[in-house]
C-alpha cells in the first residue's frame, strides 16, 4: 500500500522580531517526502540567514541523495561566522520518508522528535555517530499508516519560562500534549496549530525564543476526482454530473 505524507508547520517569531530564526523546508522526490526543521543560533536577521542557508543547502544535497557526511561538512564550510561568539551555528532536524514505508531520522542538537504511533508516543532509539565534530542521532525505521511526527525547535520547550511556568514547558509535557491533541485532529495543519497556540499562549503571546512546530502524519494515498463546471451548454449540466457520479471513484 503506498503511504501519503501530509506536512506542515507552524512558527512564531520572537517578540518584536520580524523574521524568524527557524526555517522549514517541505520537499518531495519520486518516491519520498522530506521535512527539515532548521533553528539559527540567537534570533532575527542573524538567525533567520544561519536557518534559512541551513536548510535550503540540507534539502539541496539530500534532494541530490548526497551523504550525510558531506551535508554536514558543507553547512560548516559555508555558514557566515557569528561574529560576536566566533561560531557558526544552525541546529536541525531532518525527516524523509519514503513511499515504501521506510524512513530516515536525523537529529543535531534540536530537541528530540516526537513520535506517536497508535495514539502512545514511542521512543526513538539513540544512535549517535560524531560528524565533523558533530553529535548527530540518526533512525532508521518504518512507518505505518496513523503514525505522526513532531519536529518542534527549542522554543518549544523554553515556553512559559519566567512567565506562567519557572522553567518552561519539557520536552515530556510538549510530547503528552502534542499525544493529546493528535487524537483530536486528523491533518498535520491541525497538529501543529494546536501545539503552537498553546506555547503562545503559555508565552502570553509574547514569545521569549523563536518557536516552531513542523509536523509529518502518515495517510493512505487516495484518488480524488474533480469536477469544474458549469458546462459549456445549460442544457448538458444534467448529464455532465450524471456522468461524472457513474464513475466508481465519484464520492
Request: aromatic share 8%.
Given at each position: 500500500?503506498e ?11 520572537k517578540?518584536?522580531?520580524?523574521l ?9 522526490t519520486?518516491?519520498?517526502h522530506i ?8 534570533s532575527?536577521?542573524k538567525?533567520?540567514i544561519l536557518?534559512?542557508m541551513?536548510?535550503?543547502?540540507l534539502g539541496?544535497?539530500?534532494?541530490r541523495?548526497?551523504p550525510?557526511?558531506e551535508?554536514?561538512?558543507t553547512?560548516?564550510e559555508?555558514?557566515?561566522?557569528c561574529?560576536?561568539?566566533?561560531m ?10 519514503y513511499?515504501?514505508?521506510?524512513a530516515?531520522?536525523v537529529e543535531f542538537?534540536n ?5 506517536i504511533?497508535?495514539g502512545?508516543?514511542?521512543k526513538i532509539?539513540e544512535?549517535f555517530r560524531?560528524i565533523?565534530?558533530?553529535?548527530i ?5 518504518k512507518?505505518?499508516?496513523?503514525d ?7 522554543g518549544a ?13 519539557n520536552?515530556?509535557?510538549?510530547a503528552?500534549?502534542?499525544?493529546r ?8 495543519m491541525?497538529?501543529?496549530a494546536?501545539?503552537?497556540?498553546a506555547?503562545?499562549?503559555?508565552y502570553?503571546?509574547?514569545?521569549g ?9 502518515i495517510g ?7 469536477m469544474?463546471?458549469p458546462?459549456q ?8 454530473v450524471t ?6 471513484n465519484?464520492?
Amino acid at each position: 500500500m503506498e503511504i501519503k505524507a501530509d506536512m506542515a508547520y507552524k512558527s512564531l517569531n520572537k517578540n518584536e522580531e520580524e523574521l524568524c530564526g527557524d526555517k522549514v523546508e517541505i520537499l518531495h522526490t519520486d518516491n519520498s517526502h522530506i521535512l527539515i526543521l532548521a533553528d539559527g543560533m540567537g534570533s532575527g536577521v542573524k538567525a533567520n540567514i544561519l536557518a534559512t542557508m541551513t536548510s535550503k543547502i540540507l534539502g539541496t544535497m539530500f534532494l541530490r541523495g548526497i551523504p550525510l557526511e558531506e551535508c554536514v561538512e558543507t553547512i560548516a564550510e559555508t555558514l557566515p561566522v557569528c561574529r560576536v561568539r566566533q561560531m557558526a551555528y544552525a541546529t536541525f532536524s531532518i525527516l524523509q520518508v519514503y513511499d515504501d514505508g521506510t524512513a530516515y531520522l536525523v537529529e543535531f542538537d534540536n530537541p528530540g522528535c516526537i513520535f506517536i504511533r497508535d495514539g502512545e508516543i514511542m521512543k526513538i532509539p539513540e544512535q549517535f555517530r560524531m560528524i565533523d565534530n558533530r553529535r548527530i542521532n540518526e533512525y532508521h525505521f518504518k512507518v505505518k499508516l496513523g503514525d505522526a511526527f513532531v519536529l518542534i525547535s527549542d522554543g518549544a520547550i523554553n515556553a512559559g519560562v519566567g512567565e506562567l511556568l519557572n522553567f518552561g514547558w519539557n520536552w515530556d509535557s510538549v510530547a503528552k500534549y502534542a499525544q493529546r491533541e493528535y487524537k483530536k485532529t486528523i491533518s498535520a495543519m491541525h497538529l501543529a496549530a494546536a501545539i503552537s497556540q498553546a506555547c503562545d499562549d503559555l508565552y502570553q503571546y509574547r514569545p521569549g525564543d523563536d518557536t516552531t512546530v513542523a509536523v509529518l502524519r502518515i495517510g493512505e494515498k487516495k484518488l480524488v476526482n474533480l469536477m469544474t463546471g458549469p458546462a459549456q451548454c445549460q442544457e448538458d449540466d444534467e448529464g455532465m454530473v450524471t456522468d461524472f457520479m457513474a464513475d466508481e471513484n465519484a464520492v
